[in-house]
């Protein structure tokens, strides 16, 4: 970009980058998806991950959680933009690293192996509220709620284990306390 | 049981209850049931334009210079994807629209179907909001809505989808009544202590500047007027960005001229050295702003918009007031009036030096030029119109160029929705169309598109639109065969390898305009422009006047962004001194 020949000016400093949990209250409707996910990647703004259902079937409100990064100034953007859409009721933003929030992820693995990798796979999962929700004889699928980074450590850790198939959502959040937000 | 209307039936008496006077459209299967209603519904009255991009920009001219929305109308699939241009215009300009696109019938949607388009997918980046409208109870709500989000907030388009079995299913309409609430979006957040802080700032300042925008414009006529007051009383310089011109006298002693690539030398100066910078409803393009990290370096900036989004986006601001300009503005005089009665008297000794350089400044004449008496100078073709139309209460569109900076330099307006122009997209053929949407809002008034030839030519074709309702509209083309500013860019940035930038092929301008069943007029030289412009300002059709211009002329003065703002360079005069060397040469 330096030496090119452009019409435009070379970028300035770049600030530093926080990951950002956002929640989005959209009417569920034709699009709202769509309208949300493509001013993220119109405006070149990332996406973690995504999750996303309707939370209330009788004013048919969906939410939306979208993990993020970007500069403080970017994440302002974010929230402004979103905002402008008119489908759009209220927005959050959390800091990941913030204490008052609760984020779980979860994910399904699918291990085939002896009984004794299978159990060695699910006592491995044991701290992350591991459920086995479908045994045969060389297969377990286990289900397991947990941060996104401890998920990526389980799926490194069993691999050893005969772990042949993940599934994962993107992570929800919640408040801690008696307060909502509003 | 009340009497049940068809689609179509309905989309008209909402039209009707919205007031609207004029759509711009273009027929084609998916919209004939709409057509064929038009009929029935004498207060609406159709513009049929040659092509569906025209009907957006003629939609984008009516609005900008009537501050009621522009309503068109387009067939699906092709259709739809020509109106996107327009509409992409409107949205960064934040003109008002809406426009309705005809869809095949619920059943074929998704089936690759003659003539679909996923219109509501393709033009969701590009409107405020859109709608397709499956069921037919919904449309009645869903047309009113499309007016309230175009106009509310900060202005834009928004688009309604209509299948076709909608438009011939039939249901009930209820009348619209107007409601005072507006949907939360719009956005007075502002409280008084914003503007008791904003007044803080003023009178602490001594090298103060009122940097203004199209919001002023989009606020509404009393907008404009409050501006005044407000720079009045202040006695503070004010310079405005492309599109805010008109909303302050362009002949006023406290104006400096637009500011921003192409701006007044004393404009960006100002900008650059201010202690304070007051940004009324403008949106720190990067056309204005030039390098983010130079921009403006010891100056405390407050920032007035209605957009929330707007603030902190470019450039970060120390105060932000967001509000409707006319509503920010009243109550900063009232409170001035209230808190300083003496503002002006107290501050004229504090600003005085501040005034004394802007002076100095303002002595470099940097809109000046060499003149000629062999060729016709744009800018002298520019500055001859403005001397022999400006009696006259005259309406100005553009297309996107050289020539278009011109206008912006040497045209002085002193009223706002006068100006038309194509800033944020910066699409070329907006002018004609615009022009013709103008003079349907305003039949009476001289409506003058100042042209280049190049941009001219991709929406030639509404010269015909202008023909058929007979709308005098006057196609001022300063001729000089090249796309100017690619040429110039050329020149100062790529050696003057002239790649593709020259015409070899150009229409003979005045022929052109007989075969349209119009009038061209062709100037060639200085002495005869006169003469030849009021030919064409007393001639009561539609005119293509063929000016033909210097072809080496470049536009300045010009940032070029690679050098700090307050280093501009300037016209031919100056132009030794000062080249652009190699770091500047990436950033023009």
């Known amino acids: 970009m330096a030496n090119s020949k452009s019409a435009y000016s070379t970028p300035g400093k770049q600030g530093k980058f926080d990951t950002h949990i956002i929640v989005v209250w959209v009417d569920n409707e034709t699009g709202v998806l769509a309208r949300v996910v493509g001013l993220f990647s119109g405006r070149g703004y990332n996406i973690e991950s995504l999750a996303v259902a309707e939370i209330d079937p009788k004013l048919n409100i969906s939410r939306i959680t979208i993990v993020t990064t970007g500069t403080p100034q970017v994440i302002e953007q974010i929230k402004l933009q979103l905002k402008k859409l008119v489908p759009v009721h209220k927005v959050a933003d959390f800091k990941r690293e913030d204490k008052k929030v609760i984020f779980k992820e979860m994910a399904l693995f699918k291990v085939v192996g002896n009984s004794l990798k299978k159990e060695k796979a699910f006592k491995a999962c044991k701290k992350y509220n591991a459920v086995i929700l479908d045994k045969t004889k060389n297969s377990y699928v286990i289900q397991i709620t947990a941060l996104r980074r401890e998920i990526d450590t389980m799926t490194k850790n069993l691999k050893k284990f005969g772990l042949v198939s993940v599934s994962r959502t993107g992570a929800v959040a919640m408040t801690r306390g008696a307060e909502i937000f509003k | ?588």
Not at chain 2, 491 to 517: C, I, M, Q, R
Request: hydrophobic residues 35%; aromatic residues 8%; charged residues 20%.
């Open chain 2, 1 to 588: 049981m009340s009497k049940l209307y068809s689609g179509a039936e309905i989309l008209f008496k909402c039209l009707e209850d919205q007031g609207v006077e004029f759509i711009f459209g273009y027929p084609g299967g998916a919209v004939l049931p709409i057509y064929d209603e038009l009929k029935n519904f004498n207060s609406v009255k159709h513009i049929l334009v040659r092509h569906e991009q025209g009907a957006g920009h003629a939609a984008e001219g009516y609005a900008r210079s009537s501050g009621k929305p522009g309503v068109l109308l387009v067939t699906s699939g092709p259709g739809a994807t020509n109106a996107v241009t327009a509409l992409t215009d409107a949205y960064m300009d934040s003109v008002p629209l809406v426009c309705i696109s005809g869809q095949v019938p619920t059943h074929l949607i998704g089936t690759d179907a003659f003539q679909e388009a996923d219109t509501t997918g393709i033009t969701r980046p590009c409107t405020k909001h859109n709608w397709l409208v499956k069921d037919i109870k919904d449309l009645g709500k869903t047309i009113h809505k499309a007016f309230e989000v175009a106009t509310t907030g900060r202005p834009g388009p928004v688009l309604v989808d209509i299948p076709k079995d909608v438009q011939f299913q039939k249901t009930n309409y209820t009348k619209f009544k107007k409601q005072k609430k507006i949907n939360g979006k719009i956005h007075n957040q502002f409280s008084q202590k914003d503007i008791n802080e904003l007044i803080k700032l003023m009178s602490k300042s001594s090298k103060p500047i009122f940097y203004t925008g199209g919001g002023v414009v989009n606020s509404g006529p009393r907008a404009s007027e409050l501006l005044r007051e407000l720079v009045n009383t202040t006695g503070f310089p004010i310079t405005t960005t492309l599109q805010g011109l008109g909303s302050y006298p362009g002949e006023d002693g406290q104006f400096l001229g637009m500011l921003g690539m192409h701006g007044s030398y004393e404009a960006n100066n100002a900008m650059h050295d201010c202690d304070l910078m007051i940004n009324i409803g403008a949106r720190f393009d990067d056309r204005i702003t030039g390098k983010i990290d130079e921009f403006s370096p010891n100056s405390k900036k407050v920032h007035i918009d209605i957009d929330p989004s707007s603030i902190n986006k470019n450039v970060k601001v120390d105060l932000p007031i967001v509000g409707d300009v006319a509503e920010v503005i009243t109550s900063t005089i009232k409170t001035i009036k209230k808190v300083k009665p003496n503002f002006a008297k107290s501050n004229k000794q504090k600003i005085s030096k501040w005034w004394e350089k802007i002076q100095k400044w303002r002595s470099v004449n940097s809109f000046d030029f060499i003149n000629s008496t062999e060729t016709i100078k744009p800018q002298y073709a520019v500055q001859r119109l403005y001397e022999l139309t400006k009696h006259k209460d005259t309406y100005i569109t553009t297309e996107v160029g050289q020539h278009q900076m011109w206008a912006a330099q040497h045209y002085k307006f002193d009223k706002p929705n006068r100006w038309m122009t194509s800033g944020g997209l910066g699409t070329m053929g907006y002018g004609l169309p615009a022009a013709v949407g103008v003079q349907v809002a305003h039949p009476n008034k001289l409506v003058v598109d100042i042209a280049g030839e190049a941009s001219v030519l991709m929406t030639m074709q509404e010269i015909s639109t202008a023909v058929q309702y007979s709308l005098p509209i006057k196609i001022f083309i300063l001729n000089n065969e090249y796309m100017g500013m690619v040429r110039q860019w050329q020149e100062l940035l790529h050696d003057k390898n002239y790649s593709e930038s020259y015409t070899a092929a150009l229409p003979d301008f005045v022929k052109l305009a007989e075969a349209y069943g119009c009038v061209g007029i062709r100037a060639t030289k200085p002495d005869e422009l006169d003469d030849k412009i009021i030919e064409m300002i007393n001639t009561d059709r539609p005119v293509i006047f063929d000016c033909l211009v210097d072809k080496q002329e470049n536009c300045f003065p010009m940032i070029p962004s690679g050098k700090p703002h307050n280093q501009m360079l300037l016209g031919p005069k100056d132009q030794k001194k000062n080249k652009i060397t190699g770091k500047g040469k990436t950033l023009v």
